[in-house]
């Protein structure tokens, strides 16, 4: 198993441009969630899905789209860069037994946009 | 909607002793309280969980103690190494919604 795979691991925008970053699992896990990692501000949650067809906002949502058409994947789209959104994106999923349970993250993806 | 808050933000402690991470909860229906670990430039891990049914469990070196009707769950590490340097994060988790929210971090440096 590759477990959870995003891509790209580095990329720079400039300001207004448009990208998605790609999130896919391969452990039929149907909890995936975005996170991103700022200095001193943790893991702020910006998208998650528990299922196919259902998504649903965290706590920083503005400037960013999912969609999750499939088990396996879960892309965030940022829709038009801002400097604000230099961070270092998380993509992370696990299963639901009666609840959340361990969750696996990918490997990141440091952005940087100027 | 749920906030986690921890404490400290940093912590030193000399090789051996023990540390402690505190975390609190606001949404009294969190049910699923794990912690992770990441090391620098790595991706976060899970190093132990507790649910709301358990008022404390342990792996080796490390526990985790739940107190509900405080709302706050804290890690314990004994014996700490230098390799438990790392930081830390305590997360909350709502059966229902299964949104999970961390707190914003405890960087642990281990002294030798």
């Known amino acids: 198993n590759a477990g959870v795979t995003q891509t790209p691991k580095f990329q720079v925008l400039k300001t207004g441009q448009s990208m998605t970053l790609q999130c896919a699992q391969d452990m039929n896990h149907e909890y995936m969630s975005w996170y991103r990692q700022d200095p001193g501000m943790g893991l702020r949650l910006i998208h998650y899905s528990v299922g196919a067809g259902i998504t649903d906002q965290g706590e920083v949502p503005n400037g960013y789209n999912v969609s999750r058409s499939t088990t396996e994947d879960f892309p965030l789209r940022l829709l038009s860069a801002a400097p604000s959104q230099t961070s270092v994106y998380f993509c992370?999923?696990?299963?639901?037994?009666?609840?959340?349970?361990?969750?696996?993250f990918g490997q990141g993806t440091r952005l940087t946009v100027v | 909607g749920e906030n986690v808050e921890q404490h400290p933000s940093t912590l030193s402690v000399q090789e051996g002793d023990s540390a402690v991470i505190k975390c609190t909860y606001s949404?009294?229906?969190?049910?699923?309280f794990p912690w992770y670990k990441q090391e620098l430039g790595k991706r976060p891990q899970l190093i132990i969980d507790i649910r709301s049914n358990v008022g404390e469990k342990k792996d080796q070196r490390i526990a985790v103690t739940l107190n509900k009707t405080a709302k706050h769950f804290s890690l314990h590490i004994t014996e700490t190494q230098p390799e438990d340097s790392a930081v830390y994060f305590c997360a909350a988790s709502v059966s229902g919604s299964e949104k999970l929210v961390f707190g914003k971090g405890t960087k642990l440096t281990v002294n030798p």
């Open positions: 992370a999923s696990s299963y639901l037994m009666g609840g959340n349970t361990e969750a696996f």
């Open positions: 949404d009294s229906a969190s049910n699923y």
